[in-house]
T-cell receptor, first 114, second 112 residues
Framework: DGGITQSPKYLFRKEGQNVTLSCEQNLNHDAMYWYRQDPGQGLRLIYYSQIVNDFQKGDIAEGYSVSREKKESFPLTVTSAQKNPTAFYLC?????????????FGPGTRLTVT | GENVEQHPSTLSVQEGDSAVIKCTYSDSASNYFPWYKQELGKGPQLIIDIRSNVGEKKDQRIAVTLNKTAKHFSLHITETQPEDSAVYFCAAKANSGYALNFGKGTSLLVTP
């Protein structure tokens, strides 16, 4: 069963702690993305990676870090430097061949920091 | 960067009626415009998309139209059903890594 998995679904952390969100895909997609969603807002791009061992900052990268050591995995770390980390985090992937633009999303992780 | 505006923010229709959601974009170089449906607590699901070389695309009860000159595109849902109730997002392809710039979403409620 192919798809994108994100774990955990809900995550709770104390302020000042770093936390890592998992994103795994078995679609053999090349590109992966992290978006943040806040209530009443659209999705905003945090980081993206088009190939293994390479990633680029999106519009709101401050306070976040990523790695792309394997094609199927793109974990996101929310650091203590992120001023307002409570949000719904969505991972997406895309098969980067030719003019293929379709992005497919995982189920999301809801992070609550208190 | 690309700016995507979406209207209305909320829309309530009766079952069987049509629903229309409109979006505008700012970057004339954008060439891909997907629509996503998001149910509560879930990730967005791609429902239809359109590229800049066509003006309209249909898939059963869903259609999308694109006006490149005016830089706006719309989602049309006909014969709405209660299960169409969800938040709908429009998006436009950005230049950075083929990421997407999203509108703020439209909460659609279809009442029986």
């Amino acid at each position: 069963d192919g798809g994108i998995t994100q774990s955990p679904k809900y995550l709770f952390r104390k302020e000042g702690q770093n936390v890592t969100l998992s994103c795994e895909q078995n679609l053999n997609h090349d590109a992966m993305y992290w978006y943040r969603q806040d209530p009443g807002q659209g999705l905003r791009l945090i980081y993206y990676s088009q190939i293994v061992n390479d990633f680029q900052k999106g519009d709101i990268a401050e306070g976040y870090s990523v790695s792309r050591e394997k094609k199927e995995s793109f974990p996101l770390t929310v650091t203590s430097a992120q001023k307002n980390p409570t949000a719904f985090y969505l991972c997406a992937s895309r098969h980067a061949s030719g003019l293929n633009y379709e992005q497919y999303f995982g189920p999301g992780t809801r992070l609550t920091v208190t | 960067g690309e700016n995507v505006e979406q209207h209305p923010s909320t829309l309530s229709v009766q079952e069987g009626d049509s629903a229309v959601i409109k979006c505008t974009y700012s970057d004339s170089a954008s060439n891909y415009f997907p629509w996503y449906k998001q149910e509560l607590g879930k990730g967005p699901q791609l429902i239809i998309d359109i590229r800049s070389n066509v003006g309209e695309k249909k898939d059963q009860r869903i259609a999308v139209t694109l006006n490149k000159t005016a830089k706006h595109f719309s989602l049309h849902i006909t014969e709405t059903q209660p299960e169409d109730s969800a938040v709908y997002f429009c998006a436009a392809k950005a230049n950075s890594g083929y990421a997407l710039n999203f509108g703020k979403g439209t909460s659609l409620l279809v009442t029986p």
